[in-house]
């Protein structure tokens, strides 16, 4: 693929990034049941060649956005940085990825009241990539053998983009992952209105690279891998209903304990994947679907969940994280969510009906970011969202009237850092969530 740049002379630079891909996948599979086994047996094969071409261009205004950004410290080296037009000038990624598995999944009845489930799978996967780097004058050479060049605005010259070190270079990578992961459960029906169960589960997710510059200091690295990712996950729970048929109870106790748990993180510059060595989850979830008997227009619904999330201790600096993430709550996931929901369904008017909803959500403080930055917390929250639908059924036409955030809650949907930005170089940003929202929406069927 390529790509053409545009330059006007108040930009300052501009960024390129196009990937192709395609994917071809295999996935035949045998089924079938006596009068105590369900089975399940399959293949799977998938072949990948993905291309990813990233470009970039200093603009006329580069050198006096950064001599700006820092009080004038590049005033006298001008002439020597971010020349314009320069920059990184071509980094091709080319990675081809097969993937090969072989499963079965089946579900023994032991008895009238218990059952297991068995299901095992072996996974292969295989990836090769090939790097290529090219630059024109870059910053990074200059910042480094310039006599007298402050030591404090070295990394700042040698971004990725802008470290000319990387000019010339070729890298070829290879992997390969094998794992065998599945599943064991065990049910119990006493009684046709409870059934309980217990669980484990092995999850594997394939290793990968990096398709982005990676230095250490100012030095180009050829390793951008980032290793496979396993959970093993444990569950006790039960589903329970009364006889009525009208109230619907379901609860489970639940452990995660992941491996080498891969994090799309922001580093200031670049998103990468890393490796955390250990992320643990644990918690229980309940949730309830309530019919009134006396009110058979009435529906009730919701739920609440408790889940702790915490990284294992370990390096972080050695990772170029955020050394908050070490012993640190995932982010994104709040300790305590709930939901509540009630649904009424009536005659509205002639043969037409309604069908009113207002639904709930509450959650607690949680942070948004990657790099668990205090910032970017959002505090606890509760959301509140209606709807009415008007329909017959005899008719193929209806009208939704809805409303989104009724309260006009204002929180950030994601907080990240922005660090060209602001009198120190680094600053917050955020994609805001949408205010209160209205709507209408005809359907119509055919």
């Not at 700006?68 to 080296?77: D, E, N, P, R, V």
């Not at 004058?137 to 700042?156: D, E, Q, R």
């Not at 119990?188 to 690279?209: D, I, M, Q, V």
């Not at 996950?233 to 080498?260: C, M, P, R, T, V």
């Amino acid at each position: 693929m390529s790509a053409c740049q545009f330059l006007s002379a108040g930009e300052a630079f501009r960024v390129s990034n196009l990937p192709n891909s395609n994917l071809v996948v295999t996935h035949p599979k045998l089924s079938g049941q006596t009068d105590n086994l369900d089975w399940l047996v399959g293949l799977y094969a998938a072949t990948e060649d993905l291309e990813r071409e990233s470009r970039l261009r200093y603009g006329n205004d580069y050198f006096a956005y950064w001599n700006t950004l820092f009080g004038g410290a590049f005033t006298s080296f001008a002439g020597q940085f971010w020349t314009p037009g320069a920059a990184a000038n071509d980094d091709l990624y080319q990675q081809e990825a097969t993937t090969f598995a072989v499963f079965t999944h089946n579900t023994i009845q032991l008895n009238d009241v218990v059952d297991a489930t068995i299901g095992v799978r072996f996974t292969s996967d295989e990836k090769d990539l090939s790097s290529s780097f090219s630059n024109n004058a870059g910053s990074c050479t200059t910042a480094v053998t310039t006599p007298g060049f402050p030591t404090s605005l070295i990394g700042f010259s040698c971004l990725s983009w802008q470290n000319d070190l990387f000019d010339g270079l070729t890298t070829e990578q290879s992997r390969t992952d094998e794992e065998v992961s599945g599943t064991f459960k065990l049910s119990y029906r006493p009684n046709e209105n409870l059934l309980t169960y217990a669980s484990y589960a092995r999850g594997y997710k394939a290793g990968g690279f990096n398709l982005d510059r990676a230095a250490s200091g100012v030095t180009p690295i050829a390793d951008t891998s980032f290793d496979a990712e396993t959970v093993d996950a444990y569950e006790l729970g039960a589903k329970w209903n009364n006889s009525a048929g009208s109230l619907f109870i379901n609860g489970a106790a639940f452990y995660q304990d992941y491996a080498d748990f891969q994090l799309n993180t922001f580093l200031g510059t670049v998103f990468v994947v890393e490796s955390i060595p250990e992320l643990k989850s644990q918690g229980v979830d309940v949730d309830f679907r309530y019919l009134p008997e006396a009110a058979e227009y009435l529906t009730l619904q919701g739920g609440i969940t408790f889940a702790e999330t915490e990284y294992g201790e370990f390096d972080a600096a050695a990772l170029g994280l955020s050394s908050r993430l070490s012993g640190g709550a995932l982010g994104f996931a709040p300790r305590w969510t709930g939901t509540l929901a009630a649904t009424i369904d009536a005659d509205f008017i002639a043969d037409w009906s309604a069908r009113w909803n207002l639904s709930g959500r509450y959650t607690s403080r949680y942070n948004t970011g990657s790099n668990l930055d205090p910032q970017k917390d959002v505090d606890e929250l509760v959301l509140l969202n209606g709807r009415v639908a008007i329909y017959n059924d005899d008719s193929p036409f209806s009208v939704e009237l809805w409303a989104q955030n009724l309260t006009d809650e204002d929180y950030a949907q994601v907080a990240f850092d922005t660090p060209l930005q602001g009198s120190n170089g680094s600053a917050i940003a955020a994609f805001l969530s949408p205010p209160r929202t209205y709507g209408v929406t005809l359907k119509a069927e055919f």
